[in-house]
């Protein structure tokens, strides 16, 4: 990999390449893996956020990213590792999923989610579910054991029963904070935006060592949503997408701008169509010379980097923000939002394993795109 040119495309696109000695570590015949988590997107600014808040986001960022790795790094699949790192996400009160999901205007949990297997583009969702401990257990029971992709509220709750989904009483869910946040947005008129000031979704994609991509995510929603309102998290190809072919995604942000977007698929067939066609160039020499001489691996990183801040600067354009995490065949675990910060982390079979925060932690790994 070319250091030099690696390295100012960092500084101009925060792209990050494994190090020489990471390099010389790793075999070039060695299976790979890779894995990237995020917990949300949003305002996030380090002066407003207490060192021991800051500290309890990290953590439970590093205990999801581990669970997670730790199924790749022993053989296991992207599938398996996209549950393993989702699962400590739902259980923390941290993230608006599973416990510590926002409140419906009518004062409820409603949590959402989405699982996809880019093996053979097999996939499942839920809406609507307010008992289900795990959501993206339930999803994935959908995508394996029913003959849909997509359950919604009371129905997906049957559905569960029939397959022994661990429940929760709906108080299970309910925290304070959340609740407070509900009561502010009615008291001053605000918008879900306003109390939110992130978007607390989460979501994680992984290769695995066989070379098969999965992506997940799952989400309370929005603050205050009423009127049976769905957002992005369990829309597949939207929230979530995985095809072997290209990569696989999971946003966090304004769901209503990833659905008109339909931002996780329009990564995926963008990479997909471009990998069909080798090396584009896209124009890319006209700001980068030598860019004809880079590796094939070197363009992919750059490719999926650019394509991922391509859709979000979609998003962006229609009024909408947030973000997304993607992993390709080869390996590059990336990042892109439109928002001040993320919460997100990434780890791969080269010893990288890093979680981070805010926008300006590019030594983090973060690709952002805050002017687009
Ligand atoms: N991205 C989560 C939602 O809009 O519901």
Redesign the pocket.
Known sequence: MKKAMLAALAALFALTAPSAAEEAAMPADQPKWSIAIHGGAGTLDPDRMTPERRAAYEAALQEALDAGAKVLASGGSAMEAVKAAIIPMENSPLFNAGKGAVFTWEGRNELDASIMDGRDRSAGAVTGVTTIKNPILLADAVRTESEHVFLMGEGAEQFAATQGIETAPPEYFATEARREALERMKAEALSALDVDTK?G?VGAVALDMEGNLAAGTS?G??TGKRWGRI???PVIGA?TYADNRSCAVSA????EY?IRVGVAQEICTRLRISSVEGKPDRGWSVHYPGVENWTTDDYAEFDAQMTADAVMAEVKQLGGDGGVILVTPEGHALFSFNTTGMYRGRADSSGMREVAIFGGDVEAGASNTPDH
């Open positions: 978007f979704t989400t929603g929005m957002g992005d998290a929230g966090t942000g304004w769901g990833f």
